[in-house]
């Protein structure tokens, strides 16, 4: 299988969202989801994370990838 990844610094994915955290983990319990539907970013490059903000469409067209965000259905 060919993985293509498009790093940050250091090979990771993550190019710059919350570097200073070991690990960015973020709970969201569904009873509280605000609206009927919510995207949630899934290609680390929102900046409103880690709800999307339509910044894969940009990565996307740069890279020829194909990512989008997770939607939530309350
Ligand atoms: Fe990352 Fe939409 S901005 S999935």
């Known amino acids: 299988v060919a993985v293509r990844a498009e790093?940050?610094?250091?090979?990771?994915?993550?190019?710059?969202i919350r570097k200073e955290e070991d690990k960015?983990?973020?709970?969201v319990l569904t009873g509280e989801l605000?609206?009927?539907?919510t995207a949630?970013?899934?290609?680390?490059r929102s900046?409103?994370?880690p709800?999307?903000?339509g910044a894969h469409a940009k990565h996307?067209?740069?890279t020829g990838d194909?990512?989008?965000?997770?939607?939530?259905?309350k």
């Open 40 to 44: 949630y970013c899934r290609c680390w």
């Open 24 to 27: 960015v983990v973020d709970t």
């Open 51 to 53: 709800l999307c903000d």
């Open 66 to 73: 194909n990512v989008g965000p997770l939607l939530v259905k």
């Open 60 to 62: 996307n067209k740069a």
């Open 7 to 16: 790093a940050g610094a250091g090979g990771g994915i993550n190019p710059a």
């Open 34 to 37: 605000a609206k009927p539907l």
């Open 47 to 49: 900046g409103t994370f």
